[in-house]
């Protein structure tokens, strides 16, 4: 008779498995989890994907691998598909075969921020660069491919792994007098130990509405909002001066407006989200850098 439950994790050495990697150290749930990286698993070989699926019977598998380089992508297009789009299509045939629920990530920067209130599920996707599409493409193999799914899509997300805004911020506020971020992209940070709780939750609770899922945490900001809270809450003294999106041009183009809504997610799991700004004290305490 089967134990416990079986977790695959795909790209653990990222900012997303290695916040979920520290999660599991304090649960107390009998999960077994087999953490990989792209070492390991390679997610955009079909071959490997499916070896190391029947390697065990793994009840569910979290793809934290991708291609996030978000400007990169741009001169990279064949990369940014290769592993966002193929890789994905590989994870979801493989996940089917083996009978294997699949949680993938997925971005806000599927949507072309156009909108002016908070993106639904529902909403019709149209991303303006090509990460964008990419991460698009990689959801729609998952829809093709399997029922047993969930896709999150989540936005700004930072923690004290990796490399994020939240990490930059520190960095650049202790080193420099001056600095300017733009404040006309408006969206929501998200920590990743909050995601995380609510990827966990989803296996815990063995939760089977299946589908499209928005979350990030509450509330909303500009990029400038987050980095002067970054900066109020690390005690870090910097001249911050917002700029508009135009005078700091990036080969990517990014969504003006990118709130999600998280009714559906909420409801479902039967929880409530930390509004962001709770969760950034929370964040700068793990990294020790609160003075
Ligand atoms: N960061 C954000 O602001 C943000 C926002 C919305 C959604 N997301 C989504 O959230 C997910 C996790 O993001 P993250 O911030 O944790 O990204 P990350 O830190 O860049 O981690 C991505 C991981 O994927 C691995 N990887 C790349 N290609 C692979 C392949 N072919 N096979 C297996 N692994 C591969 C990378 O390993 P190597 O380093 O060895 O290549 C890396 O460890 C991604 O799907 C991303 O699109 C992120």
Redesign the pocket.
């Known amino acids: 008779m089967k134990q416990s439950k079986r977790v695959l994790v ?2 653990g ?5 290695s916040t979920l990697k520290k999660a599991i150290q304090s649960t107390t749930e009998t999960i077994d989890f087999v953490f990989t ?2 070492k390991d ?4 070989n079909l071959e490997s994907v499916m070896e190391y699926l029947n390697k065990a019977d793994f009840d569910y598998c979290i793809n ?5 380089q978000v400007d990169k992508a741009e001169e990279d297009e064949e990369k940014a598909l290769f ?1 966002n789009e193929h ?1 994905v299509k590989n994870l979801a045939k493989a996940c089917h075969s083996y009978n294997t629920i699949l949680i993938h ?4 920067f599927v949507f072309d921020g156009r909108k002016s209130s908070p993106y639904l599920e529902t909403d019709r996707p149209s991303p303006l660069g090509i990460y964008g599409l990419s ?1 698009y493409k990689g959801e729609q193999e998952v829809v093709r491919n399997m029922d047993r799914y969930f896709i999150i899509r ?4 930072y923690s004290e792994y ?1 490399h ?1 805004f939240f990490k930059s911020m520190l960095k650049y506020g202790r080193e420099r007098d001056q600095l300017s971020v733009v404040f006309d992209q408006i969206g929501t940070p998200t920590s990743a130990h909050d995601l995380v709780t609510a990827i966990l939750k989803i296996i815990v609770e063995e939760i089977d509405n299946y589908g499209i899922y928005h979350f990030s945490n509450e509330g909303v900001a500009s990029w400038y909002d987050f980095a002067q809270a970054i900066f109020d809450i690390n005690g870090i003294q910097v001249d911050l001066k917002p700029i508009r999106s135009k005078e700091y041009p990036t080969p990517a183009e990014r969504p003006s407006y990118s709130l999600l809504d998280k009714s559906k997610i909420k409801k479902v799991l039967k929880t409530q989200i930390p509004h962001w700004r709770k969760s950034l004290e929370e964040v700068s305490k793990n990294m020790g850098s609160v003075k």
């Not at 050495?13 to 498995?17: H, I, M, N, P, T």
């Not at 698993?41 to 955009?44: E, G, Q, R, T, V």
């Not at 989540?154 to 997300?157: A, D, G, K, M, P």
């Open positions: 795909t790209g050495s990222g900012q997303l498995g990286d792209s698993l390679d997610i955009s934290c691998a991708g291609y996030t592993i890789g990530i997925s971005t806000d991460k989540t936005s700004w997300l990796g994020n």
